[in-house]
């Protein structure tokens, strides 16, 4: 659930669409926190155009969620 733990950011995550097999291609979309400020705890693919992203709470305080700092990469131009 939302409310699990989450120990560290993700680090090139490349999200590759159910069921497929084979090198990522323009459009996967890979997601990467692992700089410092980095926040972006884990992230799951929806539909094909959605994604559920979970942020790491504050270091200094787990009770916050304060900013969103992550990267994208990979994307094409009409998404």
Do not use: M
């Amino acid at each position: 659930g939302s409310d699990d733990i989450i120990a560290g950011n993700v680090s090139k995550y490349i999200v590759l669409p159910a069921g497929y097999c084979g090198q990522p291609k323009k459009g996967h979309l890979i997601f990467d926190a692992c700089f410092e400020s980095g926040n972006l705890g884990r992230v799951n693919h929806v539909p094909e155009f959605e994604y559920d992203l979970v942020i790491r709470p504050d270091t200094c305080n787990p009770r916050f969620r304060v900013w969103f700092n992550f990267t994208v990469e990979n994307v094409k131009e009409s998404q």
